[in-house]
């Protein structure tokens, strides 16, 4: 993993934050403590006359959102409300996926935001920032919050915390609750809220959805939000196995972006932000997932090295771009001069006038 991850942090043996994290998940935590301490949690929050949901639990789909509702609702037995952002770009496998989670027996809301509004904020995010992501992220972090305001339900459970699996400062990776505290220091909102991307061509009443409760409203019904991954082991592989089991479905034709072909399955434009992760610091999806699989032991430096040089970085694929163009209303060139707008210090040319980036490992 280069050092040009946001967040990420080396120590003086050059050992990186998420490597440390790895090992204190394995050597330091005490895992049978804190399901006990979530336990409790789950106690303190759950609806005695069964006339209310117990807790929130914010989903997409994907397998980690299958895992999680399998385990708070027949391992912890919790009664659920489920809540799903509605992507303006969900794919049919991601629609398949979502019904396979309902059919747990859950109910569901699956949110549409104002398109209109969220198509103006992902053009401006895309030409401004680079990101065409920010708005789904917005509204990931901010519709789950207003719907607990709106029903009572103080008790929202997240999946990963991405600090933890990821990397991050020391003082910002063992962190149980996604407040806005955490919010905050997350750089993929780019230290904005949705107020602020209103201009004259965005108004405010149509990002309603994506702005963040203010505290005194949270307040009011002692709003919990928690990372699950905080007080049970997390891991991608045995949460597909588990979400295999309730009907989850992977991309069979192989992965559109990184090795794994169960991940970032439900949303095309997913896929166009992790290459501009790629453009811009140099690494992509396949880093991250090969990072992943070392630090559990499943892989070795030498074999993640070789797939990053195979898979990290490939475009999106052409229905993806024309998809995404064509909803925001700019063209291919367009697109493409964007990209290379945003090319981190670590892109050269060579002679022939390809793009490359310079001093990679093994160069």
Known sequence: MPTSRPKLHLNEEGICSACITAKEKKEKIDWTNR?????????????????????????????DSIYQVHMIKNNFNMNPLC????????????????????????DHIDFTPNPVGFRKLR?????????CSIPDHLAIWSIPPRIAIAFKIPLVIWGENPDIEYGAPENERDVSNLNRKWLDKQNILKGKKAEDW???????????SLIYPKEEELDKINYTPIFLGYYI????????????????????????????NYADLDC?????????????????????????????????????????????????????IKHFCKSIGIT???????????????????????????????D
């Open 35 to 63: 399901e006990n301490i979530f336990r409790e949690i789950l106690d303190k929050f759950r609806n005695k006359d069964k006339t209310n949901w117990d807790c929130i639990i914010p989903v997409s789909g994907g397998k």
């Open 83 to 106: 809540v799903t952002f509605r992507t303006d770009a969900r794919t049919k496998l991601g629609e398949e996926n979502i019904q396979a989670l309902r059919d747990m027996g859950v």
């Open 123 to 131: 053009k401006k995010c895309f030409l401004e920032e680079g990101d």
């Open 198 to 208: 209103v201009d004259n061509n965005i108004s405010i009443d149509e990002l309603i």
């Open 233 to 260: 082991t997390w891991d991608s592989k045995n949460n597909l196995e588990t979400a295999k089991k309730h009907g989850f479905k992977s991309r069979e034709e192989g992965p559109v972006v990184g090795i794994y």
């Open 268 to 320: 095309m434009y997913i896929v166009i932000h992790h290459y501009f992760k790629y453009i811009k610091f140099g690494f992509g999806s396949a880093s991250d997932h090969v990072s992943n699989e070392i630090r559990k032991g499943r892989m070795t430096r030498e074999e993640g090295i070789k797939l990053v040089r195979e898979m990290d970085g490939r475009e999106p694929p052409e229905e993806y």
């Open 332 to 362: 291919k060139e367009k697109f493409w001069e964007t990209v290379d707008e945003y090319r981190g210090n670590m892109w050269g040319k060579n002679e022939k006038g390809e793009w490359y980036i310079k001093d990679w490992i093994g």
